[in-house]
């Protein structure tokens, strides 16, 4: 059984970094993209970011191009999210998840993901 375990989530000030860690266990993550999603409150859980298997092609959202990067480490099975140039827009419970198929290119559609985390809150205050 996949288990994907957030952790790094915090509470920070505009402008300041934080780096996520997304630990799998259960399947072998270097052959399936692996996603980070947010939430935020009132609003829709939004993909972030996502990276290919084999870490060699990555994907961003508009609003966090340039600002935060998404890496592997598939020997220790873990994803990472560096997020800079925080911003209070940036404030969410951001997500995990492992692709259902291995061996595709990033796709930003939830339903094509089938393990979640339970997520770390991320809050950035003005």
């Known amino acids: 059984q996949v288990q994907l375990v957030e952790s790094g989530g915090g509470l920070v000030q505009a402008g300041d970094s934080l780096r996520l860690s997304c630990a799998a266990s259960?399947?072998?993550?270097?052959?399936?993209?692996m996603g980070w999603f947010r939430q935020a409150p009132g609003k829709e859980r939004e993909f972030v970011a996502g990276?290919?298997?084999?870490?060699?092609?990555?994907y961003y959202a508009d609003s966090v191009k340039g600002r935060f990067t998404m890496s592997r480490d598939n020997a220790k099975n873990t994803v990472y999210l560096q997020m800079n140039s925080l911003k209070p827009e940036d404030t969410a419970v951001y997500y995990c998840?492992?692709?259902?198929?291995?061996?595709?290119?990033?796709?930003?559609?939830?339903?094509?993901?089938?393990?979640w985390g339970q997520g770390t809150q991320v809050t950035v205050s003005s």
């Open positions: 998840a492992q692709d259902k198929l291995p061996y595709r290119g990033v796709t930003t559609d939830q339903i094509s993901y089938d393990h």
């Open positions: 990276i290919t298997g084999n870490g060699r092609s990555t």
């Open positions: 259960g399947r072998t993550v270097s052959s399936y993209v």
